[in-house]
């Protein structure tokens, strides 16, 4: 069974910066894709950010040049580094693991950016 522990969330006013970290447990996690996704209120769960291996990394135009995403497979932890913060990035943010083609979910973290 995967589980997973998320943390880092909170609240922060905007242009500060904030770093989720989410351990992946249950699973192969070195050779797998993981990521975050987030959800505002009233509105759709979007992608973040991807990482498969080490260096290949995938980011929503919204958080493009604001966000890094990486991951220990030591610690089987991947984190997301959140800089600029702005309201809009106001959202419960998920992470997310792909093993044998099925997507897992944690329980999600939420990020407050008070204006």
């Known amino acids: 069974q995967v589980q997973f522990v998320e943390s880092g969330g909170g609240l922060v006013q905007a242009g500060e910066s904030l770093t989720l970290s989410c351990v992946v447990s249950?699973?192969?996690?070195?050779?797998?894709?993981v990521g975050w996704g987030r959800q505002a209120p009233g509105k759709q769960r979007d992608y973040v950010a991807t990482i498969q291996g080490v260096d290949n990394k995938i980011y929503a135009d919204p958080v493009k040049g604001r966000f890094n995403i990486s991951r220990d497979n030591a610690k089987n932890t991947v984190y997301l580094q959140m800089n600029s913060l702005t309201p809009e990035d106001t959202a419960v943010y998920y992470c997310?693991?792909?093993?044998?083609?099925?997507?897992?979910w944690g329980q999600g973290t939420q990020v407050t950016v008070s204006s």
């Open positions: 249950g699973t192969t996690f070195s050779s797998a894709i």
């Open positions: 997310y693991i792909i093993i044998y083609f099925q997507q897992h």
